[in-house]
T-cell receptor
Framework: KQEVTQIPAALSVPEGENLVLNCSFT??????LQWFRQDPGKGLTSLLL?????REQTSGRLNASLDKSSGRSTLYIAASQPGDSATYLC??????????FGQGTTLQVKP | GAGVSQSPSNKVTEKGKDVELRCDPI?????LYWYRQSLGQGLEFLIY????????KSGLPSDRFSAERTGGSVSTLTIQRTQQEDSAVYLC?????????????FGEGSRLTVL
């Protein structure tokens, strides 16, 4: 059974810091891994999608890496801003089509 | 519409009543998902529709839960004889690609409170 773990559960940093969020999964036979952002009381917004054949994806100040063999992904946020404060979730997909989510990391960026 | 639309955004009901939650996916998206997010919990998979294939219902927690997708577009999640533990945010997502290979787009969710 696929399990997805995110560490840390919560993180508080001062504005301007670079930071890394971690995601690990137990079954390396995945199709892809996605990182999402969820603001309080809102739905999820897709940030980055990494296919199983890829090693990383970048969008603006965000960079996500994927190491299938070790079952790990990281989301790197450069020069963090207060507007980055949210919960970040990773999810993996296998051939069943459904996504398995981690519990999320709640990030607070202090001005 | 431009995004995934869910209704109602909020629903308060009494224990034992039936509720229907609606999801309008992005036009042309063949894959549609329902997830449930309880307070302080992660996202729990409920059901997955892909085109005309039989849906993956493996996540439905009990036979009080059912879902249908008419004409490959709009989906309705029905909860019969609601219980207090059904209180949660029900999220719908759609994707243009099958098998979870594409990016998922989520709606804002329907918050269900069972008194």
């Amino acid at each position: 059974k696929q399990e997805v773990t995110q560490i840390p559960a919560a993180l508080s940093v001062p504005e301007g810091e670079n930071l890394v969020l971690n995601c690990s999964f137990t079954d390396s036979a995945i199709y892809n891994l996605q990182w999402f952002r969820q603001d309080p009381g809102k739905g999820l917004t897709s940030l980055l999608l990494i296919q199983s054949s890829q090693r990383e994806q970048t969008s603006g100040r965000l960079n996500a890496s994927l190491d299938k063999s070790s079952g790990r992904s990281t989301l790197y946020i450069a020069a963090s801003q207060p507007g980055d404060s949210a919960t970040y979730l990773c999810a993996v997909t296998r051939n069943t089509g459904k996504l398995i989510f981690g519990q999320g990391t709640t990030l607070q960026v202090k001005p | 519409g431009a995004g995934v639309s869910q209704s109602p955004s909020n629903k308060v009901t009494e224990k034992g009543k039936d509720v229907e939650l609606r999801c309008d996916p992005i036009s042309g998206h063949t894959a549609l998902y329902w997830y449930r997010q309880s307070l302080g919990q992660g996202l729990e998979f409920l059901i997955y529709f892909q085109g005309n294939s039989a849906p993956d219902k493996s996540g439905l927690p009990s036979d009080r839960f059912s879902a249908e997708r008419t004409g490959g577009s709009v989906s309705t999640l029905t909860i019969q004889r609601t219980q207090q533990e059904d209180s949660a945010v029900y999220l719908c997502a759609s994707s243009a690609l099958a098998g979870g290979t594409g990016e998922l787009f989520f709606g804002e969710g329907s918050r269900l409170t069972v008194l």
